[in-house]
């Protein structure tokens, strides 16, 4: 008898917020929360639940919830953890909306039995729960902190959901120092009820926020996460940090590890799907939503650097094209636009060089001329101390000019000297201008404006729901349950073929012949050469057996093969029933690849395709989305395979069938979809020809859940 | 009539230096480089050179070099382009060692032919010249600053060498910010004549230079530099950033682009191969060889990390996984090592995670029991800010540990938190601790000490000339200095051949018959399957003329084959003079790889090893070595490779004759070496058998200098 489920705005924007816990003891956390609520400005009512009554921090404390006449939205509880379940109680019973649980000591040591039961009385009772294991919420649409972290945040437009409590209470310091201002900060904990999903569907419509940033450790419901990523990324920029990344630091997080590839390869894969940012570090993280919070949109693709040292040009042009940033490349444009600031010895290619011996007039002429240029849209501005740029003439100057055109275009700066020029450009940092002290850092922010910019022009077909391959889901349950029925998890062959042909999936032709005349004529319809097998459920092993013949070429060894397997298959075993002999079309060679579905443990239905044998196994070139996709994010995903070019044929080749492929992807996610039971379907090889003559699923491996 | 050339530690330890150009006028090049000298504190003595005479700075000027009386060590020329080659004369004459142009204005503006004249003239007289178009150079030995740089440079370990100048200036104010000390910087500008080897060979044995920095964007002559660059690394760390790494930027930098692999891909390989670490940025870079100049080597590869936060000790497992970081994974020891320091609820595993609850005292308990324990080598500290790690108790209680302990292992900190705190972390980094903002460049500075600790590691190893492979150099320079009489630049099939064997390179077994007896002869030692060609010298295009039959696998076939070849080719050409019937091993299907030895416009003698066909042609998986090579680093070049396991044997197959394969390595980079006509070999492929089944060269592309 679960409730409907409050408003997720209720957590953000709450008019009356409980403390359950609150103390008047200094130090003590259900004190600092009081405190931080009082401090931070919150205008609703705060509600002290202590039960011993008395006052805290000037508020008179209620003994329990119930004394408390009014409705209460929130409440936040810091009492030890073997109170929490009485407690919990107690709020349901009340009717409190959310629950933030601060209390650590439940599934992150393996009490997973009294949180389970938590949410259960939660959902019972229309209540939802936030943590355990948490450092708290910040809000600033309502000036709420209601958490036990610093007292002082700077309301800002980044948004920040952190799995870590203590890094992202060291954070929350961190985007002081870096002068980031806070929409909201929430600390998730052990996801036990309130997830990223559910607060994404808050912040994406949240005007305050900007950015938002997640610090992930562990995906748990990622079918639910997924689409409101995707939504979210088309509104605002989102950042991820995943630790964990690597075997050990999975091992750290204790992580579930990947059986094809890695875990973290899914969650990369199925973040660029979602058009997520993923940053590698803390540092990086923060310069992005720093920057992605402050700047314009671009207005195009064309990006200028100007420089007044060639080295550090010659550098920058690296680092753009490791971030992909697009170097404006129109020789002649660049020329008109430049000749009039860059002396004759500098060259007005990009990298515009206006070389060290320019004065600061030109250096200033040459942004001018860059802001002042439509074609340009954006602009890298970089500079080496010399006896005319020294920490004087920066601050002067570039300060002079980020006034008067500030975020026009998509600016960023980066400076080299020594300790006068270095506090200069400090100087302009604190300022607002976009300054960085490594190129590399300015580029990368650059980089990711634009990679932000190609997902906002993608506009509704980012979200627009794919259209699914019709399967016949009837027939598939069918085998699977079957299957179950035999007590097995896993499919035999031949059933494997059916949810293959249940799916359309084009296999090779059989058919299963009675007599030697009907082999013959059924191996002339298929087409030669075929193949040849026993059929009878005596004998299993048909090789073995010599109940198979391989490459027939024509009638004649059709015939022989014919008499030659029933020979084999009697003396091998005298009592086998022989239903028939099936002929097989033989599969001709083509390109071998590997499609794949599955559950993934984090993110539910996956797909998975890469090309066949050794680029899997030795090469690891495989590419993941999460279900479902549309025809284009097929196409994209077996693109992302460095592989790839083979499929368009190499070495004179003609291009294999990728529409073939495609179609196959998207039948083994729907088919993936259509059945409960079923946990993994591999094709492999499914094989590809030249374009328009399709391909072939040869193998196939399908897997049901275990009980 | 070359002379003998100078030693080069005239050069860094001049006890006279010249100042051609010097100025009274201060702003002028020619006053700052004198004023930069006395001002450093050199103790030689200084010449002033101005054709109008007079003081310079308190010195009295002398009009020409003739007119001082002693000897020049070194000159710095200061003076406008179109005086320099009459004053490198006057230099020549008067016997200058040394001469340091700091003019431009030369090849890097096209104008190479006076450089080329500059160049020739020093050589005759015995003078070397560093530059044109740089800085100077500062030598911190004998306290010289001869550039128009900065005048205060701080003293200490680190060494640069930079192609850039105007990025040389800026580096020596970046040290300056940073805290780094230098004892030397040299600005190698267009290395007309002085390149990094020649100042290497100084810098490899002065005592003062702890760590050697080279910011790099393009190898002139790498033969020289690689031998005394592997040198340099098993004395002390190079760490090199090289631009241009990307195609624009390698446009930027007017640079040449590779054939098959960039060129920067080839730079990647041998700066591996020489032990040289790369840095991708500056501020890499720098880091680096702060942390270098300052740490000792480890005793061992045990790392542990211990941290306060369980969020940030996955990050850093991720990244010590991605900087080659070992972490201490005896579960044992580690909980005997920390069980004493490490609350209940933490984790003795590694990383060792005392929690945010932990005391002080706590962590500066695990911190001395890391330090303590003689199986860990070295330490990352992490930290959060929390209620008890604050500011003020991070400088106090970090402050105290490093002062006890210091550097008795390598260790590293990284802190995250408000600002109080990050003011904290950086009065530390002023006390010298190895503080760092971010966890991860805190890694890579322990990344790249472990890279250098494995570099010493090799020793003598590193640096012995390999022994070569002997060829027949004698016939392959017989044969290359037919074709070029022959008017051609590339070698035909069977002349390619013979160079094969030549250096005993193993082909498929090929016959010429003269009667059909003897190609079945041929055939039967040879062993079926055979080819059959025709040979002619009026016959070109073989198969057109039906003179070739694939696949014989009898004596009848090769009979029957005879026949249709005479008879195919009679009929083709009546005229054609037919010699024979060559008779070649059908060769086996097994592993293709490709082996190219080519000089490298940069590297000069390079070999280049991939699998065959779409393994390079697609995936680019190739490695590169500089020439010559041992056995250790051949098959250390074979490992690079991504898809190396195919070697090694997948699907159950038996592993490849990687030996075989090394071998044939080894006799192309001696091919190369043996004939100065010969500029590439491509074998293409060569296939590998089982282990001790050998390999094949079956085709073979040989390329010779145009003239």
Known sequence: ??????????????????????????GKIGYQVVKNIQDGGYEGTIVPINPKGGEVLGLESYKSLEDFPGDIDLATMVIPAKFVLDSVKACAKKGVKFLSIITSGFSEVGNVEEELEIVRIA??????ILGPNIFGLYSGGVSLNATF?????????????????????????????ENIGLSSIISVGNKCDIDEADLLEYLI????????????????????????LKRATTKKPVVAIKSGRSKR?????????????????????????????RAENLQEAMNWCKYLSEVPMPKGENVVIVTNGGGVGVLCADACEKHDVTLYDDQAALKEAFSGSVPSFGSTKNPVDITGGASMDDYMAAIEAAYANDDIHSIIVLGCETAVLTGGTLTEYIGKIFERHGYEKPIVYSFVGGSEFEDSAGVLRDQGVPMF???????SCMGVLYADYRRRGMGEEAIAEPERKPVDAERINEIATAVKADGRSFLLANEGLEVMKAAKIPMPVSLISHTMDQAVAYAEKIGYPVVMKVVSNEIVHKSDAGGVALNLENADEVIDAYQAIMHNCRNYNPDAKITGIEVVEMVKKGTETIIGARIDPGFGRTIMFGLGGIYVEVMKDVAFRSWPVDNHEALAMIKDIKSYPLLLGVRGEEQRDIDGVVDVLLKVGAILESCDLITDIEINPLVAYEQGEGVKAVDVRILLKKD
């Open 123 to 128: 959902h019972e009772n229309g209540m939802r």
């Open 205 to 228: 419509d949240d005007d305050e926020t900007k950015v938002i940033l997640m610090y992930i450790e562990g995906i748990k419901n990622g079918e639910r996460l997924v689409p409101v």
């Open 149 to 177: 972290g610093p007292s002082d945040i700077n309301k800002g437009g980044v948004s920040i959901i952190t799995q870590s409590g203590a890094l992202g209470i060291a954070m929350i310091g961190k985007t002081k120092v």
């Open 1 to 26: 008898m679960t409730q409907q489920k409050p408003s997720i705005s209720l957590l953000f924007e709450p008019k009356t917020v409980a403390v359950i816990g609150a103390s008047a003891t200094p």
């Open 249 to 277: 630091g999975a091992m750290a997080a204790a992580s579930h590890t990947g059986s094809l590839a890695g875990a973290d390869e899914v969650f990369d894969f199925v973040m660029k799907q979602c058009g997520v940012h």
């Open 437 to 443: 002290p490594e190129l590399y850092d300015a580029v």
